[in-house]
């Protein structure tokens, strides 16, 4: 097992005024978009994998609280980007081309205000279902938006969790086990871009609207159900990600918490119970646990990270996952041929 160095990573100067919340890469990692607590939203352009340095990014402002999410589009509905704010509102972004101006314009095409807290969490559904947002707020409600064909949005708001919703994560449209047991190809409509052209139709296989939000919910009779609680963690589930799936019989769910622990939950088949798996930080090798220590974080207990666990996020092929801790450190999990999760790597800022 290796562990990364300093060198490896390339310090971003944002010129934020305050805590920077999220980063995201665009599709082809080409922008970043970051958010912070100064209640902006800034967007740079990527060059062998360097922000340039010639421009100190575009500055988004529409927001009046800290901003704790962004999220990007699916480019195929053009260059969108989603924030969410600690005002109870979510903005989405559309970049327009200028005449005569490789630069763009961003202007906000779209102000969702129907929560009555803090909005947490953000996530756009697969590009297959259509641009569908997910929100998750404080209030204890999820709220969906979709981009109708008449060029309106659709929203949806609904009960989640009673003291307040943290994060949201979309599972795969694919259904699970379609790669094995191959179904006919369902027809899908034209479906008009945000403020812009049509996309055309092209033939799918059969997709289901689901996401989790530390508990998974699915679309039926285009009314929002709870489908199943998912109960294991003894703190606050900080965050919640749905591992990408190519149709293969098995999903898997990594879910953070507040207790410093994350579990790993898998269903083998669509009708099978889904199954937690913690991860277990004491398991890692020498290499890593002879990394000096974060002050203030506890000594590593079986099942237990050194602090608070923020985020979890999947590789795109859905086998590597990126755990965030509050001791700075980000270490990377990959699961065996015996069904055990080991760490494989360790980046240390």
């Known amino acids: ?80 980007l989603a924030s969410c704010s600690y005002d109870g509102k979510v903005l989405i972004w559309k970049e327009q081309q200028q005449h005569g101006s490789a630069a763009g314009i961003w202007t906000k095409i779209k102000e969702h205000n129907l929560h009555s807290a803090s909005v947490n969490s953000i996530s756009w559904a697969p590009h297959e279902l259509g641009a569908i947002l997910a929100c998750a707020s404080s209030d204890g409600k ?19 969790h009673a003291i307040g919703c943290n994060a949201v994560s979309w599972a795969p449209a694919v ?30 296989l059969p997709t289901a609207k689901r996401f989790a939000s530390a508990a998974a919910t699915t679309d039926a009779a285009k009314a929002w159900a709870e489908e199943e609680v998912l109960a294991g963690h003894t703190d606050w589930v900080r965050d919640a990600a749905w591992a990408p799936n190519i149709g293969l019989p098995r999903s898997y769910i990594a879910t ?17 119970q889904w199954v937690k798996t913690p991860l277990d930080p004491a398991t890692v090798t020498s290499a890593v646990a002879a ?10 207990q079986p099942g237990k990270f050194p602090d608070v666990v923020w985020r979890v996020s999947w590789s795109l092929a859905g086998n590597i996952l990126a755990v965030s801790c509050g001791d700075g450190k980000v270490t990377l999990w990959k699961e065996s041929l015996k069904g055990a999760w080991e760490c494989v790597n360790e980046l240390a800022s």
């Open 1 to 80: 097992m290796t562990s990364a160095t300093a060198s490896d990573s390339i310090p971003i100067e944002t010129h934020h005024e305050d805590m920077i919340h999220d980063a995201q890469l665009d599709y082809y990692g080409k922008r970043l978009a970051t958010c912070s607590s100064d209640r902006t939203v800034k967007v740079f352009n990527v060059v062998d994998g360097e922000p340039q340095k010639s421009a100190g990014g575009q500055v988004l402002k529409g927001h009046t609280g800290p901003v704790w999410q962004v999220a990007w589009a699916h480019p195929k509905y053009g260059h969108i």
């Open 142 to 160: 999820l709220s969906v938006l979709t981009f109708k064909n008449d060029g309106s949005w659709d929203a949806d708001i609904f009960n989640g």
């Open 256 to 272: 953070a918490s507040q207790d410093r622990t994350v579990l790993v939950w898998t269903k083998d088949a669509p009708g099978a």
């Open 291 to 300: 990394s000096p220590a974060t002050p203030g974080a506890q000594p590593a």
């Open 175 to 204: 259904l699970p086990g379609s790669l094995i047991t191959p179904q006919p190809p369902a027809p899908v409509p034209s479906q008009q871009q945000p403020g812009g052209a049509s996309s055309p139709a092209a033939p799918t």
